[in-house]
């Protein structure tokens, strides 16, 4: 059985405050119970909206990967992650008295009580056929949001820098020819993020349905639940949306452009992604490079490894990756090229990844023309 472990490091600061708050990064990382080798390899799991370090698949990942494929299995709660959950405390988004002709009088008149609890609440509409549209509450402040960019992958690269100091610490060898980041929706996105600000990290990227450009900084995220006969639509309205920050940067196609790419990508995509247009995918894919690209469509459904053509393709974590795992050809990369220091513009803002310090430090200089 795998080891398992957990440590926690001071995290990196604000980029867009430029304040050290003093948050911490707790990384969770496994290794094969036999031990590390020079065969051993990295993997960086990376989970998108609902998904967090102790989901029960990501901690299965985490253990059965590190014995069935030899690997050193890494995963963080990355920077504002805890607002990319499920539903937590939410507030109704429309006046009661929409109501009023839709459910019975007395359901109504208790609906009116101040004092109704939620479970009274969800008791009473359960019983009808109706949208009910909430608000969840988020809690974010410019210190501490979901951005959907480089922080999140800055606290991505410290988890894996971590663990490669404490292999190395440890007179560990691992396989710098075998470092996997490996993605699902937004993670994917966060993987394609790593691999510019690390360029010379990973050799194989699987990308799960990874969109080009966060589409939560210019619309709202909603999720349904069905209680009953009741659909609760709870929206999520990011306050990275609201704020002024560069965002051109964070669109894949502009952040790649003239970028050498030195990792193997497979990506899978469904033929009806509602979130991202697989053509969209599809030309970035293959201006990028990439070693692979599956479009998933009805004759790829097998309800083994996928079970949709839309986003996510309701895929089975499990089974995709030992799809790639069993297809891939690893290939060797140069072992004196390593990551000193990576430099990249946008229009207006120049950014700076410094690998020198052990682990990744970003720095940005405004651009005046």
């Known amino acids: 059985?795998?080891?398992?472990?957990?440590?926690?490091?001071?995290?990196?600061?604000?980029?867009?405050?430029?304040?050290?708050?003093?948050?911490?990064?707790?990384?969770?990382?496994?290794?094969?119970?036999?031990?590390?080798?020079?065969?051993?390899?990295?993997?960086?799991?990376?989970p998108g909206f609902g998904g967090n370090s102790q989901s029960n698949v990501y901690k299965k990942m985490r253990e059965q990967f590190a014995d069935q494929y030899n690997l050193v299995t890494i995963q963080c709660d990355y920077f504002g992650s805890e607002f990319m959950q499920n539903t937590k405390k939410a507030k109704l988004n429309i006046d009661i008295s929409e109501f009023k002709n839709i459910i019975s009088n007395e359901d109504y008149w208790k609906l009116k009580e101040e004092n109704i609890t939620w479970e009274q609440f969800i008791q009473i509409f359960s019983?009808?056929?109706?949208?009910?549209?909430?608000?969840?509450?988020?809690?974010?402040?410019?210190?501490?949001?979901?951005?959907?960019?480089?922080?999140?992958?800055?606290?991505?690269?410290?988890?894996?820098?971590?663990?490669?100091?404490?292999?190395?610490?440890?007179?560990?060898?691992?396989?710098?020819?075998?470092?996997?980041a490996y993605g699902h929706s937004h993670g994917a996105y966060l993987g394609y993020l790593c691999n510019r600000l690390a360029p010379n990290d990973f050799t194989l990227l699987i990308d799960n349905s990874g969109w080009i450009k966060p589409a939560y900084l210019y619309a709202n995220r909603y999720i349904f639940n069905i209680i009953g006969k009741m659909t609760l639509q709870t929206e999520f309205s990011y306050l990275a949306k609201k704020l002024n920050y560069d965002k051109d940067i964070l669109y894949l196609p502009y952040l790649y452009k003239d970028f050498h790419n030195n990792s193997q990508i497979w990506s899978f995509h469904g033929k009806d992604d509602s979130l991202v247009p697989y053509k969209e995918k599809e030309k970035f894919c293959n201006e990028v490079g990439v070693t692979k690209f599956f479009i998933i469509d009805e004759s790829k459904v097998d309800n083994k490894r996928f079970y949709s053509t839309d986003h996510g393709l309701n895929a089975d974590f499990l089974e995709l990756f030992k799809f790639v795992m069993e297809n891939v050809k690893w290939t060797k990369k140069d072992p004196y090229c390593l990551n000193r220091k990576t430099v990249f513009r946008s229009s207006t803002i120049e950014y700076t990844v410094d690998f020198d310090y052990g682990l990744p430090i970003m720095s940005l200089k405004p651009l005046y023309n």
């Open 127 to 180: 019983k009808y056929p109706i949208k009910i549209p909430m608000l969840e509450i988020l809690d974010e402040n410019n210190e501490n949001f979901n951005d959907m960019g480089f922080m999140q992958a800055l606290d991505l690269l410290a988890a894996l820098y971590a663990v490669k100091i404490i292999l190395k610490d440890n007179n560990l060898s691992f396989n710098q020819n075998k470092v996997i």
């Open 1 to 46: 059985m795998a080891k398992n472990y957990e440590l926690t490091i001071p995290a990196h600061y604000n980029i867009y405050t430029g304040n050290n708050t003093g948050r911490q990064l707790t990384i969770y990382f496994s290794e094969p119970d036999a031990g590390v080798n020079e065969e051993t390899g990295l993997l960086l799991l990376i």
